[in-house]
């Protein structure tokens, strides 16, 4: 119950936040809203299966996830903004600064939806595409706009994979 309650207040606060100044209107698609993301994304957030409720390592993990999701979304925030500029750099600079080309980026997530995270995070992230995962082995392939000869992680992988796997494993 604690779990359904603070994911609820989690959804409700950035809902409020979003639409600031708060108004009566607001605050009663605040609950709405806040009620059926809370229900459609308890799963996602916390683990609810039987086998996993006796391996958590706490209450605190649980609670805690839906911050680090938060916190994970403004750092993919801040890393598409900067994704941005240099893909707008790269394409406004008279000798077109681009090498593509394909990287294998290990991972050490291992639940599908952390994988799927990650991946769909760098495929948003402008001059990046997700090209394949390959689970079983832990790889990404990941299509770069522009690469340095012999790169084989990229410096975004670790930040999001750090997150990630606080909120998913």
Known sequence: MRRKISLFL???FVWIGLSWPPALVDAIYAVAVSLFVSYMTLD??????????????????A???????LWYVMVFVWECFKANIDVAYRVLH???PIRPGTIK??????SDIGLAFLANSLTLTPGR???DIDKPSGYLYVHCLSIRDGETRLPVVTKYEKILKKIFE
């Open 105 to 110: 980026v290990k991972v050490d997530l291992k």
């Open 94 to 96: 008279p000798a077109l």
């Open 10 to 12: 989690l959804w409700f």
């Open 63 to 69: 609670i805690a996830r839906p911050f680090w999701f």
């Open 44 to 61: 996602l957030m916390f683990d609810t299966s039987a086998e996993n409720k006796i391996s958590r390592c706490g209450k605190g993990k």
């Open 129 to 131: 595409t997700t090209v």
